[in-house]
């Protein structure tokens, strides 16, 4: 049971509807600026059918296609869903869809709370999400990653966000998508230092890169929104972290105020190039 990541590298972008119409002009007129690979949200597309499952076809057989989900809710108190599991499996194996993240995080108790909730940093949490995840990487049949998530009031705890992290990661036997931005934001609205977080990672661990921009709500409140460009200090952030765990395979996520496909495109440039920097170092 392992997650197969050898054929997806380079700079990705996440596939958003609103993208649709520009994207495919791009493959007539410039292919050679293309994502190396894209990633979808299954709860957005499982069971569509007509124009969005040809669209997703014609992306899936494409591009090297990952997967980001939104409501398995691995931390809540509700039972799983098994029947989601069950169709999650199916979508994935239909499009070639390389591997599955979720969030660290829950959004359901008794109903869905329309928010990706921070779990406490306490022993037993620990306990309770890995054997969630444990179960879902059982009935899948693959190894999941997780994301490390914003959050903004702090939960009661034991332990601090890497040590959680962390031990969820050796506890569940699972990946880790790790959200660069999510670890500036967090680590400017908690004052602890992002390079410290970054570096204390563990290497084997990670399957993958998020970059997104955000909001600066106030002098000490950043929230994390998907909606704008990604800011200088994230992409220092970036470079930080090839240069401590290699070059990953980083995803731009851009959710609203979706800006024209050259901006998006512009930006996974910035990505290829930091990764080059590396690269050519290395060598």
């Not at 390389?98 to 709370?113: K, N, P, Q, R």
């Not at 959710?255 to 920097?277: C, K, S, T, V, W």
């Amino acid at each position: 049971m392992t997650i197969d990541t050898e054929k997806v590298t380079g700079a990705g972008l996440g596939l958003r509807r609103g993208l649709l119409e520009e994207w495919h002009e791009l493959e007539e007129k410039q292919p050679e600026l293309l994502p190396d690979f894209i990633e979808v949200t299954p709860d957005n597309w499982m069971g569509l059918g007509g124009r969005y499952a040809r669209e997703m076809r014609h992306f899936t057989d494409r591009y090297p296609t990952l997967s980001h989900g939104l409501s398995l809710s691995l931390g809540g108190p509700d039972p799983l869903d098994t029947k989601f599991i069950d169709r999650l499996g199916r979508f994935m194996d239909e499009y070639n869809i390389t591997s599955f993240s979720e969030h660290l995080s829950y959004c359901t108790d008794g109903g869905h709370l329309y928010d990706l909730l921070p779990l406490p940093f306490t022993g037993e949490a620990v306990e309770h999400v890995s054997s969630r995840i444990r179960a879902v990487q059982e009935q899948l049949g693959r190894r999941i990653a997780i994301e490390n998530v914003s959050f903004y009031a702090a939960p009661e705890g034991e332990m601090s966000e890497i040590d959680f992290l962390n031990a969820v990661l050796s506890e569940a036997d699972c990946d880790l998508l790790l959200d660069v931005n999510n670890v500036y934001v967090n680590s400017h609205n908690h004052a602890y230092d992002a390079h410290d977080f970054i570096s204390a990672v563990p290497t084997e661990r990670i399957s993958w890169l998020h970059m997104a921009g955000h909001l600066q709500e106030a002098p000490d409140l950043i929230i994390d929104t998907h909606g704008d460009s990604v800011v200088d200090p994230v992409w220092d952030l970036l470079q930080y972290t090839y240069s401590c765990h290699g070059v990953q395979p980083t995803l731009l996520e851009r959710d609203f105020n979706l800006p024209p496909m050259h901006e998006l495109i512009d930006e996974l440039a910035i990505i290829r190039q930091y990764q080059q920097g590396v690269s050519s170092d290395a060598a």
